[in-house]
């Protein structure tokens, strides 16, 4: 069995087609005025490598990530998705909290529509869900903008595997969900194996061990045997792992933007996958 690169194309919700690697929008700055020009050119960037599957969120900012965007990228190309999530909003203190309100996740839908210069967020992601508000309520407020036109397909972010199976109870074709999940962090692979079992998408987010991945020897003797970075042999075996999976790295420089998206090019061997396979032991539940 030789080595060979992983189908590089997802549906999500079976009917949007992107690029498994993405592009996580979070830490591109938006102000000063220097920071959000370089800011804008990596948001470009990330486009003319070909990736069609932009990350943000109201939370990155309180929607300045979004507006950033809107400035780099709009009138978008007809290929590419931009997702944005909803459900924290700023204390009077200035603190972000869970808000699962009907009425808050309308406000922000609503916002996000208008900064991000759209009629409708084909991908909506509830960032967290709020323990204080019935989920129902919830997906039941994000269900109705879906059928008032503003919302195309529905995604979740930090969920176990029970609450999926929740709200999929809730709003059966959940598209997406977005956990934390990487090459040295597999707390939710059981959440993972629902979702390719399902056909959803999985977005993990923080895809590269910040700190780490370079220090562990196996993927630095990995990164030196293929002319790698450890980045990119962290991110290819996520390529590897599971067809359900759509890393979202993100960066605020074009050189680390270009080595991340290199990483669709590195095919990993049966060999290189199995000591890769070893480095973490998956829970039995979630």
Same mark, same amino acid.
């Given at each position: ?6 189908? $590089? ?41 070909? /990736?069609?599957?932009?990350?943000? =969120? ?21 290929? &590419? &998705? ?12 200035? !603190? ?7 009425? $808050? ?13 759209? !009629? ?16 129902? !309520?919830?997906? *039941?407020?994000?269900? !109705?903008?879906? =059928? ?8 979740? $972010? ?20 977005? @956990?934390?999940? @990487?090459?040295?962090?597999? #707390?939710? #692979? ?8 399902? +056909? ?10 910040? *700190?780490?991945? +370079? ?9 030196? #045997?293929?002319? =790698?970075?450890?980045?990119?042999? =962290?991110?290819?075996?996520? &390529? %590897? %792992? ?21 990483? *669709?090019? /590195? ?6 996958? #199995?000591?890769?396979?070893? &480095? ?7």
């Amino acid at each position: 069995m030789t080595d060979k690169k992983p189908v $590089s194309t997802f549906r999500i919700g079976g009917t949007l087609p992107v690029d498994r690697l993405g592009f996580g929008a979070m830490h591109l700055p938006t102000e000063p005025a220097a920071d959000r020009a370089n800011a804008v050119a990596v948001a470009r960037r990330a486009v003319e490598l070909g /990736v069609t599957l932009i990350d943000t =969120a109201h939370l990155y900012g309180g929607g300045a990530n979004e507006e950033l965007l809107a400035e780099a990228l709009h009138p978008y190309p007809d290929d &590419l &998705l931009i997702t944005t999530k909803v459900g924290f909003t700023r204390s009077p203190s200035g !603190e972000w909290r869970n808000d699962g309100r009907p009425d $808050s996740l309308r406000t922000q839908v609503e916002e996000a529509l208008r900064r991000l210069r759209v !009629e409708r967020l084909e991908l909506l992601q509830l960032h967290r869900l709020d323990p204080g508000i019935p989920l129902a !309520e919830q997906l *039941g407020a994000l269900a !109705e903008l879906r =059928a008032a036109g503003k919302v195309g397909l529905i995604g979740l $972010s930090e969920v176990t595997v029970a609450e999926l199976d929740e709200a999929r109870g809730i709003v059966d074709d959940i598209a997406s969900v977005q @956990n934390r999940y @990487n090459l040295l962090d597999r #707390e939710h #692979e059981p959440v993972l194996r629902a979702c390719e079992a399902a +056909g959803i998408a999985f977005l993990p987010w923080r895809p590269v061990a910040w *700190g780490s991945t +370079g220090e562990q020897a196996t993927i630095a003797a990995i990164a030196h #045997e293929l002319d =790698a970075t450890p980045t990119q042999i =962290a991110l290819a075996w996520l &390529l %590897h %792992h599971s067809p359900a999976l759509l890393p979202i790295p993100g960066t605020a420089r074009i050189a680390h933007l270009e080595e991340n998206v290199a990483a *669709g090019d /590195v095919a990993l061997t049966p060999a290189h996958l #199995e000591r890769l396979d070893g &480095l973490a032991e998956s829970p039995e539940g979630s």
